[in-house]
């Protein structure tokens, strides 16, 4: 890029399954080869590559053996975290991380802080939990950071519309909300976890919301499950950061690619 930005790319709700067992009949593992050759096609710039939660399908152990696999072809650093799909002693019995899962990452004139809101004991199996322990580090990055700050989560701080994914969020919200908040470092706030994009806010804090490249959430807003699923086009988040800007793109990917028309009436490819 020519623009003094810092790329960094979100993928999120990978949900990779184990002997290529399909979601809705599509495979995970191909959707993602496919987002990340399209990545790699178009964003070869990027910094970083963070996956933003639910890596897998079951949190078994062969499910992170395949994420590992196809990451080794990856040109970027990366990053993962993760969601209520995931499973903390699958995810260390292959990755070899124990403990909570959250990374401060320094980007251009930014702090990108990756949060980990998973809670296996979720009363609910799948909303999402920041305990006393990452509340403190959270404090202590937010306290630290010199440079604006972008928060990664995977559970959403804010309802979407989908009711049914919105009694999985995160459960302390008001709590976190009111930290990131009181900080005044905050620049912006992106999730995964309902599998659409989406754009609101958290009280003053933008809030953008990356889907998945798999499965995503029919559009179907109200008093549905939490366990809807259509075969729409997959997608990732572009995360610019500059100096006095960050910006949120997100990049759809398997449909065809159009040319790109000039004035001159000519186009590429
Ligand atoms: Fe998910």
Known sequence: MTTPFAKILLFTDVHLTAHQSPIIGLSPAQRLKDGLAHAAAHHKDAEHLVIM??????????????????????????????GNHDRRAGYASVFGRTGFQQTAL???DHRVLCLDTLD???????SGLLCAERLDWLRAELAAATDPVVVLMHHHLVPT????????????????????????KVRQVINGHIHRTIQTHAGTLPVAMVKSPCHQMPMALGD???????????GYGVLLLGQKQCIVHFEDFGIPEAPIWNEEGSHTP
Not at 53 to 82: C, F, N
């Open 106 to 108: 320094v980007a251009q």
């Open 53 to 82: 939660g639910d890596l897998t399908h079951h949190g078994d152990p062969a499910e992170y053996e395949a994420l590992a696999a196809i990451l080794q072809t990856v040109p970027w650093p990366v990053t993962l975290m993760l």
């Open 161 to 184: 519309g989908f009711d049914g994914m919105d009694r999985i969020a995160l459960r302390n919200t008001d709590e976190v909300t009111a930290i990131l908040e009181s900080s005044g």
């Open 120 to 126: 296996e004991n979720a009363p609910d199996t799948h």
């Open 224 to 234: 549905g499950s939490s366990a809807l699923s259509v075969d729409e086009p997959g």
